[in-house]
């Protein structure tokens, strides 16, 4: 299959080391593009579920075959979210084509885009983050029970559901006063005069333009890699919400020079990109100046 040459591709929420990760899929979807630019938006390896010890190999070879494009140009940016937040030390830090970052602004022909996970906007995170973590724990037993759940239906001929998107809306009214994810981040990318304004967080893949009183902009999400299984990515100057189950890659599984590629070999490549452009950098920005 031949790769799709694209400017721009956003991921996030992927939740490595969880069971609900669709780590297979998102192999596949990697192996189809090349992206001058990659930028995953936080959440991308769930460092606050390693205790269960639970990391197969298919996972693995998500991180081989990011670092593997890396390696072959990529930019690459790690945006940090609240489940990998342990990397928000790391800020600024570059090593040839990858960068660690809190935020991120690009010229997108002429527009300035804003990139950043969310998670500042999530009260029960900045205000306790114990109650985040079970919550956590939380969600991915619920995955599990899902997937047991919709096994059944499937077997019995009816449609497939999604239990934790029940639960949200059905909370979504309760906490709607409290904190309007959408609307907060449109709001704030219209009073920094972005044209655009990219998250990931709420799993909830979305592109809409948003006009206000005080300007407009076009508000992205790029949802996740565990229920909905969606992207953004831009090209010939538009942005496009990719959605996997709606694509057929299930033959194209991933790269043959990624299965025959050894990890050791994929880091060698990366260092030797940072010891010949010098481009490591030891700058460590606090949270506060997160936006």
């Known amino acids: 299959m031949k790769k799709r040459k694209i400017d721009l591709a956003v991921i996030s929420d992927v939740h490595l080391g969880t069971y609900g990760c669709h780590a297979e899929e998102l192999l596949a979807y990697l192996s189809s593009i090349e992206p001058r630019i990659l930028v995953l938006n936080g959440d991308i390896i769930d460092v606050g579920q390693f205790d269960k010890r639970y990391f197969p190999a298919t996972h693995f070879q998500v991180l081989k075959k990011i670092i593997g494009m890396a390696a072959r140009g990529t930019r690459v940016y790690y945006i940090t979210g609240n489940h990998d937040e342990m990397l928000r030390k790391f800020s600024e830090t570059t090593i040839g084509s990858f960068r660690i970052c809190n935020k991120l602004i690009l010229d997108l022909d002429g527009k300035k885009a804003w990139f950043f996970h969310g998670d500042v906007f999530d009260l029960s995170i900045q205000n ?6 079970l919550g956590g724990h939380g969600y991915d037993a619920l995955i ?121 070999e994929i880091i060698n490549s990366v260092v030797n990109l940072e010891q010949e452009k010098g481009t490591r950098s030891p700058g460590r920005p606090s949270l506060t100046t997160l936006l």
């Open 128 to 133: 306790a983050r114990w109650l985040a973590r």
């Open 144 to 264: 599990l029970l899902n997937r047991g759940v919709n096994n059944l239906l499937t077997k019995l001929g009816r449609n497939k559901i999604s239990l934790s998107g029940r639960i949200k809306k059905s909370v979504k009214g309760a906490v709607r006063l409290i904190s309007n994810f959408e609307k907060t981040a449109t709001s704030l990318a219209i009073s920094k005069r972005y044209d655009c304004v990219v998250c990931g967080h709420i799993h909830q893949p979305k592109k809409e333009w948003v006009e206000t009183t005080e300007g407009s902009c076009l508000y992205l999400n790029s949802g996740d890699w565990v229920e909905n299984l969606t992207a953004l990515e831009y090209a010939f100057k538009r942005w496009k919400l990719y959605r996997y189950n709606e694509d057929k890659l299930s033959s194209f599984y991933a790269d043959e020079e990624l299965k025959e590629t050894h990890f050791e």
